[in-house]
């Protein structure tokens, strides 16, 4: 079983940046793909970014060349850089590796 924690949420102006970490538990961490979700009030939660154990990375169009993740395997965590951020990114963020997920932590987007 695997345990992931999120955090790094909060509550940012249009045009600022977040980092989130999602930590781990288990000894594996470094076998896993790893993927970031979000899901905003009223619509289904999408795939955000992934990342292989390779780390080859995935994006959804709609933060490409804004949003990047990366892990750092010594720390079993993952993270994701949200730079640029408006309105539209305002969702629950969630980890998730072979569907196991977290908590989730919220970020606003708002002025």
């Known amino acids: 079983q695997v345990q992931l924690v999120e955090s790094g949420g909060g509550l940012v102006q249009p045009g600022g940046s977040l980092r989130l970490s999602c930590a781990a538990s288990g000894s594996f961490f470094s076998t896993y793909r790893m993927a970031w979700y979000r899901q905003a009030a009223g619509k289904q939660r999408e795939l955000v970014a992934r990342i292989t154990t390779s780390n080859s990375t995935y994006y959804t169009n709609s933060v490409k060349g804004r949003f990047t993740i990366s892990r750092d395997n010594a720390k079993n965590t993952v993270y994701l850089q949200m730079n640029s951020l408006n309105p539209e990114d305002t969702a629950v963020y969630y980890c998730?590796?072979?569907?196991?997920w977290g908590q989730g932590t919220q970020v606003t987007v708002s002025s």
């Open positions: 998730e590796t072979s569907n196991y």
